[in-house]
């Protein structure tokens, strides 16, 4: 049974990320916070899972005497087995096997489990072999692999007998799904697969590289009525000599082209990215091509970070790091400027009527709904209306980071 108060459970598992520092400081605090409770009920067993237990691995039981078993990111299929074990003996254990297994879902029920009424993550793929000099998720994740299609497609038809009407794709990677897999389909294939399926009305996945956008997919966008009209593309550079030295595979230009074709395809498309400052030998020309890269582009919305050293990564031993002030001074102008190209954006849609997917009420008030546009824009609206409802909405007002809409009389087509 799931609870909401730690005090209460027999049975507790932190999934974990270390992508950035910030994340894997919070879970050593947590720790910190849960060795009362297991002082008072020595029975209760305490779990770390994901990419900082895959990173940790023993040194988090030599660390934290309150935590029982560490699993990492290819053997969560083992989670039971392993709660067996420390059921029956006691014993205190790390299973961090990364690239021996090759399909750890191949041993997992079909999850089938929508996140809320309307919507559901599907994860199609794993690991990736990419290797950005910044990145630690090819050493905590492992290679890329791939599900095996028929199964994700049977686990989307599940969830669409569910009530779910919109599947996001996941994978760190996600559109080189198949790449590895010879005889397997491509991601466009499976796009085109995932269209047939009857009762998903939306598609949606994350997250792409350019490198692996390729013309085919690019045409989905164009072709496939289920798709929805948004990419999150990351750029991280918009100068060639940091892209290189971050071992992106692409030049600015290139990425440049994607998107022209991508709103070629696709006009109304709203593209979204990623964008990291203070790279290690970042120079003031560097960060100008980055600003004159957003002014070009005008991307829908960006995440932007700066940059800090992730243990094991080729970046992370890379001379001449840029002084924490620069990288600082440099992340605000970037969110500066990007703030005002979103503004714009958004209040662009004032006046439009747009699809909106109920997703459930709103947050802040109980007599009015929320949901999100085709292009991924979180809009809330006045009136309850049932989970998985395709609304229309017409837009009054754009905040920075959400808009608000009326109903429009008939409210569904
Ligand atoms: S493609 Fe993404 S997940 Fe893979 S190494 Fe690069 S940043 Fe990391």
Known sequence: MLVNN??????????????????????????????????????LIIGVGGCLAQQEGENLL????????????????????????????????????????????????????????????????????NFCSFCIVPLVRGREVSRPSRDILKEISLLAQKGVKEVTLLGQNVNSYGKTSPGELDFSGLLRAIQEIPGIERIRFTTSHPRDLTESLIECFGQLSKLCEHIHLPLQSGSDRILKLMNRGYTFQEYLQKVKRLRQVCPDIS????????????????????????????????FSFQYADRPGTKASSLAEKVPKEIGERRLRELQTFQKKITQQKNKAYEGKTVQVLVEGKSKNCPEESTGRTRTNRIVNFPGIFAPGRLVNVRIVQAYAHSLRGEVQNPPFN
Do not use: H, W
Request: net charge negative; charged share 25%.
């Open 271 to 302: 593209i979204t990215t990623d964008m990291i400052v203070g790279f290690p030998g970042e120079k003031e020309e560097d960060f100008q091509a980055s600003l004159e890269a957003l002014g070009l582009i005008e991307f829908d919305e960006m």
């Open 6 to 43: 730690p005090r209460e459970a027999d049975l507790i598992f932190l999934n974990t990320c270390t992508v950035r520092e910030k994340p894997a400081q919070k879970v050593y605090s947590i720790l910190g916070r849960l060795r009362p409770l297991k002082k008072k009920n020595p029975n």
């Open 62 to 129: 030599a660390r934290f005497a309150q935590v029982d078993f560490v699993l990492g990111t290819k053997e969560f299929n083992r989670l039971l087995e392993i709660l067996n074990i420390i059921e029956k003996s006691g014993t205190r254990l790390a299973a961090t096997e990364l690239n021996g297994r090759i399909d750890p879902y191949a041993e997992l029920p079909l999850v089938g489990e929508p996140n809320s009424a309307a919507t559901a993550f599907v994860s199609i793929m794993q690991g990736c072999d």
